[in-house]
């Protein structure tokens, strides 16, 4: 027997002294005599599933089979199959006798049965994601008889578990076995801990041990047979009971019937392989799950699909399981734009899946990948995110802003697409709020000068109307020094009537930051002369300022007399 550790610390939120992970509380199923406990490691905090089996003796049965569901488990690889972490067993006294417990720490996950309550899916939602579970579960089963040659023995719904993701994974090695056909040099018994499998889930030959029958058989014959009792569970809401309740087939999808029969053969040569099971059976073929099997194989896509699948996903998205799409859709569309794999129209996609969440989710899932995507260099997706600021930017923090932000965005200003350029200035209305002074003054008003003699009249005309509104969060000294120069000097001399329009309103909206001498020698003189533009809109703009003006020097002389 080995001893890895010698201790076990009591309390149910300690867990084992020198485990790397802290147990927590137990979920109220598990596979076999497993026990399943939520946990988390020491290092980080991060979530995993401890799994925990304990014996009196070293030569107890279970615990060989729960060695053998550790060693498979671990050696066994797939995205399908749950992740392995760690494992070690150690030995106790109990009352003086020897007490052995395996350990087994994987990924979080929660039983099936305990999700599928949690989510309470109905009607036509419930029916896709069975459908898209069912479709993982049966890859896993396919890769292990197809390519690997090996049975698990226990397709059931105790050894499916599902990810915070919503992904269903494979477990319950225990009975795991190499699938012997009809050598006569295989090395030990096959399926050598199939007693472990309770009654109502053996198919005939397993049940009477017909050991010849089982060689002789394709080596998916009775996994086949686990994965209808598994369809079975799923479907009528109730654990097994007995073999003859297979035949209650009232609850089975009318599209998934005949496959449902054909894996439930009384012959095993005539059940139907779980690799034909996903390529051919019209059950699978749904909305959820071609749209997370596209997101999965996104990058063997060309790019004319990859741009008509996005457009879609946003109206397409509305159809599928809310919880489904936050939970599993929306991360996989975050780290397909995250690595490139994504066209720019996923992002509409992305923000409108994100409004679905609450703000402290949002700030979790979907702002750290914007940010990341402001340093891509794709131009289509540097304008999908100016044209959807509005929507995310006031999430972003200042510190992301003035650091993450702003440097990539900046580029923008002097790009040499006049839309381009016009799309970075009105993101400032967003982001220059956030900005340090040291940015604002020694990056940001640099720009903003440039973009005020800007070729295009329409750019110069709502750089002043920017610098208008951002006049609050200069500071004194700033302010001073630049906005009457930007409004007099530039926009009130502009050949653009627009132009000189705004700089009027930009010094109506700030004339609460000018003193008095200011008003008198280098306001209204430049205002008044504006009273006889050619463009009426500027006259009467030109009217009101010199009003609102006045009034200010009127208020100057009362207070001083």
Same mark, same amino acid.
């Given at each position: ?34 026990? @399943?406990? /939520? ?18 003796? &070293? ?80 890859? &896993? ?10 049975? @698990? ?35 030990? =018994? ?11 889930? *053996? ?11 089982? *060689? ?105 399981? /809310? ?10 569309? &975050? ?49 999908? $995110? ?36 016009? $799309? ?27 973009? =005020? ?39 009130? /001399? ?27 020698? /280098? ?39």
């Amino acid at each position: 027997m080995f001893k890895f550790l010698k201790e076990v610390v009591g309390g149910s939120g300690t867990g084992v002294k020198d485990l790397p992970y802290t147990i927590a509380e137990s979920y109220p199923s598990a596979w076999g005599s497993w026990t @399943h406990s /939520r946990g988390t490691s020491k290092d980080d905090g991060s979530p995993v599933s401890v799994f925990s089996l304990s014996g009196s003796n &070293a030569q107890d049965g279970h615990l060989a089979a729960a060695r053998n569901g550790v060693k498979r488990l671990r050696t066994v690889r797939h995205p399908n199959i749950l992740s392995f972490l760690h494992s070690t067993e150690i030995e106790t006294y109990d009352a003086g006798s020897p007490k052995v417990t395996i350990y087994i720490v994987t990924e979080p996950v929660m039983p099936l049965s305990e999700k599928i309550k949690e989510l309470g899916l109905e009607g036509t939602q419930r029916d896709e994601y069975y459908a898209l579970g069912l479709h993982q579960i049966a890859k &896993a089963v396919s890769f292990l008889n197809n390519d690997c040659k090996l049975v @698990h023995g226990n397709v059931c719904m105790a050894s499916v578990v599902v990810t915070p993701t919503l992904d269903w994974k494979l477990h319950a090695f225990d009975v795991l076995s190499e699938f012997d056909g009809s050598s006569e040099m295989s090395s030990g =018994q096959m399926l050598q801990y199939a007693w472990l499998v309770g009654s109502q889930y *053996k198919p005939m030959e397993l049940a009477k041990s017909d050991w010849d029958a089982i *060689k002789k058989s394709p080596p998916w014959a009775i996994d086949s047979w686990g994965m209808g009792c598994l369809i079975y569970e799923v479907f009528s809401g109730l654990r097994l009971g007995k073999t003859e309740e297979l035949r209650n087939i009232g609850s089975i999808p009318k599209s998934l019937l005949p496959d449902y029969q054909r894996l439930l053969s009384s012959m095993p040569s005539r059940r139907l392989n779980t690799s034909k099971l996903i390529e051919n059976s019209e059950y699978f073929q749904n909305k959820l799950v071609d749209t997370i099997h596209f997101m999965e194989i996104l990058s063997l896509k060309d790019s004319v699909e990859r741009d008509t699948f996005f457009r879609k996903l946003p109206n397409l998205a509305e159809q599928l399981p /809310r919880q489904i799409v936050l939970k599993k859709l929306l991360p996989l569309l &975050a780290s397909a734009l995250e690595f490139g794999s994504a066209a720019a129209s996923a992002l509409t996609a992305l923000l409108k899946m994100g409004s679905w969440l609450s703000a402290e989710e949002f700030n979790v899932k979907v702002l750290p990948t914007i940010v990341k995507l402001f340093a891509s260099n794709d131009r289509a997706i540097r304008v999908a $995110l100016l044209q959807h600021i509005d929507q995310y930017g006031e999430s972003l923090s200042a510190q992301a802003v003035d650091e993450q932000v702003y440097p990539h965005v900046a580029t923008g200003f002097s790009d040499t697409s006049a839309f381009l350029r016009e $799309l970075t200035l009105k993101s400032m209305l967003i982001l220059a709020p956030k900005l340090s002074q040291r940015t604002m003054s020694g990056s940001l008003l640099k720009y903003l000068s440039k973009l =005020q003699v800007d070729e295009e009249p329409a750019i110069r005309t709502n750089t002043t109307i920017l610098l208008g509104n951002i006049g609050s969060y200069l500071n004194e000294g700033t302010r001073k020094r630049v906005l009457i120069n930007a409004f007099t000097v530039r926009a009130l /001399r502009d050949t653009f009537p627009p132009a000189r329009g705004a700089g009027i309103m930009a010094l109506c909206a700030t004339s609460s930051y000018y003193d008095i001498t200011e008003v008198a020698t /280098r306001i209204l003189p430049n205002v008044v002369v504006l009273t006889i533009d050619p463009d009426s809109d500027v006259r009467t703009k030109a009217f009101q300022a010199v009003d609102q003006f006045l009034q200010i020097a009127k208020q100057h002389y009362e207070k001083v007399s």
